[in-house]
């Protein structure tokens, strides 16, 4: 047990009732632990919350190959330390460790659960805080990519214009439906009907066209947004930090990708300070739902159960978009794009089904003739898979964005050889050089090389121009 002065002091537990300071207290211990410990095994359940009340931690994430990869350091007095204790299946997603001797303060994961069901709003207001304090993380996790990125000449995330995937379209009763749209909504369909049907009493559905900035970043954020249809890029400003600059197109960076319907764009009007994070830019006309904070505080208010619930969900998707973040970041500063992609399996293994095809997926992009077979899969699984599945696949295919042009490329390029080798004896050699040169054409296009000198070449016939490449 320790002193309940030392929770009040902590940011965490400010303004939190007496009765569940009292109650953490009781079952709190504190403890000094020695620089380079382990605190928290990546993949170990996480039965412990941890808070820094000084000293430093290193978050690692290990790989067969990199052993321990760091992707964050934090020094802040009374930062918590694993919030997979607040998300299920409750296993932490990195190691911590000291980087200095470190007092620490723990407190069981079954304290806050019974927190969470005897002062459901006490807990609501503290997984606000969790899902702040992991939302910081995520853009901590976002600025070393960008700085890697201008190290590195891999790209972090599919570019926009890559084709979407094959998932069929919802009926238009359906669209037009807000209650039927939320029961069918991935972020939405694990609430009770009471509830949803609360909720679209005040939902609006609005059109968009391509190009349209949905929010901006660190505007303030008034609403939640859903993807009812098209497709929408969140990119992040490149301006460095305390420079306030406007966001351009030239000025951003895209860091992730959503197509699914029903699929969560913003949350940052539930998680303080309640401002944007990033930019949400419609690709192709889309439609979009809008619910506002006020309705979704007010339920929440109203059904504890509810906010609490609601607060667990919106966890989900920020560790979602943290992990992939991290697994990102890896595949920048080490290059090695399948290396995070096992890793960020490897995170996941407790959440993956035994029979799941993404443990195929490391086994295809070892050998370029079974590329392919990865892309389909994880295609298949982005549009088909359980929610694990899509969120993972998706991942993955941001990831594998250039390998799949790299893979195009490669294709084309034996299906031009192919036209020459296996061309029809008919064809005189004039037509088959023909054929062979559009098909060269049809490759460039594809990529986003440009070929210039073109006045450098003679126009007189009879020169031969061989390409290396």
């Known amino acids: 047990m320790v002193n309940s002065n030392l929770l009040s002091k902590i940011a965490f537990f400010r303004d939190m009732p007496s009765e569940v300071i009292h109650r953490l207290t009781k079952v709190s211990r504190e403890a000094t632990i020695e620089p380079n410990t382990a605190i928290v095994h990546q993949h170990d359940e996480a039965q412990f919350v941890f808070f820094l009340i000084s000293g430093a931690v290193q978050f690692h994430l290990q790989t067969p190959e990199l052993e321990n990869a760091l992707v964050g350091v934090m020094k802040t007095p009374g930062a918590l330390l694993g919030w997979s204790a607040f998300r299920y299946p409750y296993r932490h997603t990195t ?19 019974d927190i969470f069901r005897n002062h459901p709003h006490a807990g609501y207001e503290m997984l606000k805080r969790v899902n702040t304090t992991v939302a910081n993380r995520l853009e901590q996790a976002r600025d070393q990519l960008l700085t890697a990125s201008r190290a590195s000449t891999h790209t972090p995330i599919a570019h926009p214009q890559e084709e979407p995937i094959d998932v069929p379209a919802l009926p238009d009763e359906i669209i037009q439906e807000p209650f039927s749209l939320l029961q069918h909504s991935s972020f939405f369909h694990p609430f009770e009907h009471t509830y949803l049907k609360d909720l679209a009493q005040s939902v609006s559905i609005k059109t968009v066209t391509a190009g ?24 992040m400003n490149t301006f460095s930090i305390g420079n306030e600059t406007p966001n351009t197109d030239e000025a951003s960076l895209p860091i992730h990708a959503i197509t699914q319907v029903g699929h969560l764009i913003g949350w ?20 979009i739902m809008v619910i506002d904070k006020e309705a979704l505080e007010l339920e929440a208010a109203e059904h504890p159960p509810f906010g609490i619930f609601l607060m667990q969900r919106i966890l989900w998707v920020i560790g979602n978009r943290l992990r992939g973040t991290r697994v990102r970041l890896i595949a920048q500063r080490y290059d090695k794009i399948t290396v995070a992609i096992r890793s960020l399996l490897d995170q996941s293994v407790g959440q993956i089904p035994v029979t799941s095809p993404l443990h195929k997926i490391p086994h295809y992009l070892a050998n370029r003739l079974t590329l392919n077979d990865a892309f ?26 250039e390998v799949r042009q790299e893979l195009r490329i490669y294709q084309q390029l034996q299906k031009i050889y192919e036209s020459v080798a296996n061309a029809p004896k008919r064809l005189a050699p004039p037509q088959i050089r023909n054929g062979c040169c559009k098909e060269f054409v049809k490759l460039l296009e594809s990529t986003n090389y440009k070929i210039r000198g073109k006045e450098n070449l003679n126009e007189q016939q009879s020169h031969l121009y061989i390409m290396k490449h």
Not at 277 to 287: D, I, K
Not at 396 to 401: Q, T
């Open 95 to 113: 190691s911590v460790t000291t980087e200095v001797a470190s007092h620490l303060l723990r407190i069981p994961r079954s304290a806050f659960e």
């Open 212 to 235: 349209t900035t949905i929010f901006q970043e660190k505007n303030t954020a008034h609403h939640l947004y859903l993807l009812v249809k098209g497709k929408v890029i969140l990119s």
């Open 268 to 287: 940052s009007a539930l998680v303080p300070p309640y401002h944007y994070r990033a930019t949400a830019t419609a690709t192709q006309e889309s439609q």
């Open 376 to 401: 389909l899969t994880l295609k298949t699984l982005e549009a088909h898979g359980d929610e694990v599945e899509q969120n993972l696949a998706k991942i993955c295919l941001e990831l594998l964005s």
